[in-house]
């Protein structure tokens, strides 16, 4: 297939995958083994059903309902009012972005034929996909257990043609006005595909992948941040050796080093100007980098890991069985393994934020360096970077406060019947703003080490830090006097979420 279609499998689908599709980077298709796997177990499920037997969320109520049977007349009425009731959710609604890789991840998980539903639903949420029209998804309301049961009724509710859809425009209109305008038929449920539409953890998934892709950057822009703070505070490479991450034989550790000597070189006449400084050892957060870069690049492999486990999973209730003559009832809809993967990733990114401000810190404080203070050229006058710190101390607090994992607490809902909950979701979206956080972090600390990279003329830094200058330097200009620091925070934030630092570094960096 092209490199722009994906033929969906319900496997192999990765993080960098979900980035492509959220940002319509890629078109997906059904695949034909996929329809194949579908189809047979819809008509297996359809032969039961001929037959009079009674099955949970095929012809019974749902949770504590589920010893209610529903006569075969009712069937479709039952799965729509599944849809309408459990659309309780509430808030901002997630972003465009992040609604597409809800509904990728949703399709890839009902295309493993698990769930006993007919092509035509996953078909339905390509067309929307491809269509641009995305139901409008609140972001709060679901405790991650059974699934994402609020958020996903939502996406169902705009498939069958209620509630609001975005537009391309990134209006918010009535999905059966948008669907009529674009020919697009909504779906009628059929059999059990109401509670298959939303049960299952896509939506903690979708968003923990993009927070996750977006972390990997960050992770590989603290690298870049920490060589060009590591310079401007004339800074030893020696810690940096090879021989060191041999001893503590971390993987990330040993990544970062490399990372760090691709972007610092061999020396630099910044380095050169203090071979014999007599200074024996760097503050931690300058030689420690390996150590609580690679951590977080180690902690962020396992959470991806977990993550694309996840996307390639089954996760309804119950499971169909074909070839095995069973339907199970289950519990892969619980929440858990994501929740404590996306804790997991919080704290960890929210430490490499921690690091970033120590940086930031250093090159601010006079008694840290000879840098004058607060990167002011004259000082007292003017103020210098000295509320950038004081804004990056209170966002890496803020992540403090966020990263206290959503995993540690459930509470019992559905009369009891769904007693242990993962809050998931909740984790997901915190990881979020933790990543938005620390991306304001990190393009603080590049602003501040710009500036006192300036301060440090005629002296000049690597080829790959002075690359990483000359870029931010195109539209951040040297502070000769104070200004609205917060812009130039946001121009660079910019730059960082358009790639354009990470795609102009030429510079091979490992995760």
């Known amino acids: 297939m092209s490199q722009n279609i994906w033929n969906l499998t319900g496997e192999n689908v990765t993080v960098d995958l979900v980035w492509k599709v959220a940002h319509r980077k890629v078109e997906v298709i059904l695949s034909t083994d996929a329809r194949q796997k579908m189809q047979e177990s819809r008509s297996y499920i359809e032969g039961r059903i001929a037959t009079g037997e009674v099955m949970y969320g095929v012809n019974t109520g749902f949770g504590a309902f589920s010893s209610v049977r529903i006569s075969d007349s009712q069937i479709e009425d039952l799965q729509r009012n599944l849809i309408r009731s459990h659309c309780a959710g509430i808030g901002t609604p997630f972003t465009k972005e992040e609604t597409r890789a809800i509904m990728f991840l949703r399709a890839n998980a009902l295309a493993r034929g698990h769930s006993g539903i007919r092509p035509t639903v996953v078909e339905k949420i390509l067309e929307f996909l491809k269509a641009d029209v995305l139901p409008v998804i609140p972001s709060q309301g679901s405790v991650g257990a059974s699934g994402d049961l609020a958020p996903l009724s939502h996406l169902a509710l705009g498939l069958i043609g209620e509630g609001e859809v975005w537009t391309e425009q990134g209006e918010v209109k009535e999905a059966r006005d948008v669907l009529k305008s674009k020919g697009i038929e909504p779906l009628t449920l059929k059999a059990k595909e109401g509670l298959s539409l939303i049960n299952g953890c896509q939506v903690m998934t979708a968003v923990g992948m993009l927070a996750a892709w977006r972390a990997r950057r960050f992770l590989w822009m603290t690298d870049l941040a920490g060589a060009m703070s590591l310079e401007a505070l004339r800074g030893s490479r020696s810690a940096f050796d090879p021989l060191i991450a041999a001893t503590r034989p971390h993987p990330g550790e040993a990544k970062t080093a490399r990372n760090l000597l691709k972007l610092l070189g061999a020396t630099s006449t910044i380095a050169e100007s203090h071979a014999n400084c007599n200074k024996v050892q760097d503050a931690y957060s300058l030689r420690c980098m390996p150590a609580v870069h690679g951590a977080a690049k180690d ?213």
């Open 299 to 511: 902690s962020l492999g396992y959470v991806w890991k977990v993550l694309e486990t996840e996307a390639n999973s089954s996760t309804d209730n119950p499971l169909v069985f074909a070839s095995e003559n069973k339907v199970l009832s289950c519990g892969n809809f619980h929440g858990e393994p994501v929740a404590f993967a996306l804790d997991f990733a919080a704290i960890s990114a929210s430490a490499v934020a921690n690091i970033s401000e120590c940086r930031i810190e250093k090159l601010i404080n006079p008694s840290m360096s000879e840098l004058p203070a607060f990167l002011a050229p004259n000082g007292g006058l003017n103020s210098g970077h000295m509320i950038v710190q004081v804004a990056a101390a209170s966002l890496v607090s803020e992540n403090k406060i966020l990263a206290h994992p959503a995993s540690v607490d459930s509470i019992p809902t559905s009369a009891d019947k769904e007693d242990h909950v993962s809050m998931g979701t909740i984790a997901a979206r915190k990881f979020g703003s933790i990543i938005g956080n620390c991306e304001n972090v990190v393009a603080m600390e590049m602003l501040s080490a710009t500036q006192a990279l300036d301060l440090l003329k005629p002296l000049e830094p690597s080829s790959a830090v002075k690359r990483a200058y000359d870029l931010i330097r195109r539209q951040v200009p040297f502070a000769k006097e104070d200004r609205v620091f917060a812009k130039d925070v946001a121009k660079i934030k910019e730059m960082i979420a358009s790639n354009l630092i990470l795609e102009n570094m030429c510079v091979d960096l490992e995760f």
